[in-house]
Structures are given as C-alpha cells and as structure tokens.
C-alpha cells in the first residue's frame, strides 16, 4: 500500500528554498512512501514561482506551487492545508534543510506511536559574526516543551500532522495572528485542547541558519516576550473573570522576578544571564496579555 506525505513550504523572498527542496529530493524513503512537494508563496506577486519550479525540475521533485498572498503567514500556512492530499502532512521552513532520514523518522513515529502530530528538532546553525554567548547558549533550536509528560503545544518548522485530525477537529491557522507570530502556537494548542496528542522524533533533523538580525539578546527578549503573549491569551480565554486572571497575573509576575534575580546572580556568566533574560521576557509577555495589551508584531 502506498502512503501519500505532502511536505508542505510557506515561503517570502527567501532564496534559501533551493537548499530546502534540495534537502528534500535527498530524502531516503522506504518503500511505499509517495512524497509531494507543496510550496505557498506568500508575497504579493508569484515572485519565487520561478525558482521553485525550476529546482523541482533539477531536483526532480513532484511540486505544487500555490500563490498565497500576501504577507500573513497563517495565510500561506492554511493554502498548504487546502492543496494537500497525503494522508500526512509535514510542515518544514523556506530556510531551513532536512537531514536525509529527516521524513522518515517523522512518520515511522507517528506511526509506532498513533500521534496526531509529531515534532522533530529543529538545530541552529550559527555564523562566525554571532555573538559568542548565544552561539554558547544555543538559543535558537527548537524543541518540545513537556508539562506533566506530555506535549501540548507544537511549532511548526518541523512537524508532521494526520491530514485527518486536521479535517475532523476543523483546524486553521489564525489570520489574526498572521503577521505578530504565535500562530503554530495557537494551532496546536487548540489541537491538544481537543484531545489530540503530539509526540516526538528525536532523530527528524532540521537544520536552520541564524541570520545576523536575528543573533541579539533584542531579538531573543521580543521573540520571547511574544511567545508569553500568545501563552497569555490562552490563559486569558480560559480563566474565569476577576479572582482567576488575577491570580495567573501574580503568578506570572512572581516567576518574572524569580528570573530577574537569577539574572543577577548568574550576570558574570552572559549565556546563563541571558537565558534568565529570555524566559523572564515570556513571563512578562504573560502579564502584559492579561492586562490587556496588544501583542506585539513580530514579523
């Protein structure tokens, strides 16, 4: 019997797909997996159109282009949920590269483990010019976060989903959170919210360049600060008015001052002050939705 995946690629102005959809024709398969190719470009005109078609006639990849615009990535993502077929889905970045075994891996574990969605790593790859500290610290790979034992949220730069969880629960990505982030977030909270479950393919490597832009304590505390913004629009939605949104909002401030003083203690040792910084910023982040603020933009 033959499985169907579709690997789906949300991409902006980012030449850097080339080595993606080469990453992806030097997939080992086992038999019986038929893989496809979906690309949404996200910009206002079918800019990349020509250069994806062109590295799946050199790769000799079966890809569908889809133009998606414009500028909202939870718009390109739901193009990608319409144009898929495959029983599967696999979700990957325009700048990032799969390791050869990376598909499957993902789907042998969705498989063993009846997951409806499975995350692999995501491993980030550092320039001479980053800054010694966060090269050190490592802040920008990504991984589950486990509470109580299980998965309840999930990103989505390395993922497989059944297209079948996805149709049943009626999964979108929210337009709403298109251009400030947080949308792979929300996703998959509503997807573990509904009862589905996320397990994890420790051996599914992606590999992701750090853009200098990107290499900044500036950048890791708004990336950071976003994240506990989306964590506190959950809360928000599902604490009860008054007594419940007052007592996460204290909660929240009180793990915030437990991280600014971690900070000071460890401020001789910049990746260890920096990652007390960082998840301080998430709790702010927290605070700041559940008074009320509007969430940052980040992209």
């Known amino acids: 019997m033959t499985i169907d995946v579709d690997v789906c690629v949300c991409t902006y102005r980012r030449p850097a797909i080339a080595e ?34 062109a590295a799946a006639e050199t790769h000799l990849l079966d890809v569908t282009y889809v133009h998606a ?14 144009a898929a077929r495959g029983e ?5 970045d325009d700048d990032e590269t799969a390791a050869p075994g990376w598909l499957a891996a993902l789907l042998a574990e969705i498989q063993a483990g009846g997951w409806d969605a499975v995350l692999g790593p995501v491993k980030a790859v550092y320039g001479q010019e980053t800054p010694g500290w966060i090269a050190a610290g490592d802040f ?30 009626g999964l979108r990505f929210d337009l709403a959170l298109g251009r400030q982030g947080g949308e792979d977030d929300d ?4 997807l573990t919210d509904a009862g589905g479950t996320i397990g994890y393919a420790p051996e599914a490597l992606a590999h992701e360049p750090v853009p200098p832009q990107r290499a900044s304590l500036r950048w890791l505390l708004k990336r950071s600060f976003r994240t ?14 008054g007594a419940g949104r007052l007592t996460q909002t204290i909660l929240a401030t009180a793990k915030g001052g437990v991280c600014l003083a971690g900070a000071a203690v460890t401020a001789f040792s ?25 969430e940052l933009e980040l992209y």
């Not at 599967?88 to 990957?92: K, P």
């Not at 996703?187 to 509503?190: A, C, K, L």
Request: charge should be positive; aromatic fraction near 6%; include cysteine.
């Open 88 to 92: 599967f889905l696999a979700f990957l």
């Open 228 to 241: 506990g913004q989306t964590h506190g629009s959950r809360l928000k939605a599902s604490a009860a008015r």
């Open 69 to 82: 615009p414009a500028r909202n990535i939870s718009l390109a993502r739901n193009a990608c949920l319409d």
């Open 187 to 190: 996703f998959f909270y509503r």
């Open 270 to 294: 910049p990746a260890r002050r920096g990652r007390w910084l960082v998840r301080g910023a998430l709790h702010a982040g927290v605070v700041a939705r559940l008074a009320g603020w509007r």
């Open 140 to 169: 920008h790979s990504t991984g589950p976060v486990r509470v109580g034992g299980r998965i309840l949220k999930g990103y989505a730069g390395n993922v497989m989903i059944r297209r079948r969880t996805i149709e049943g629960l």
């Open 20 to 53: 993606t959809l080469a990453s992806l024709a030097r997939q080992t398969l086992p038999d019986g997996i038929r893989m496809r190719v979906v690309v949404a470009d996200n910009d206002e005109t079918p800019e990349a159109r020509t250069r994806v078609l």
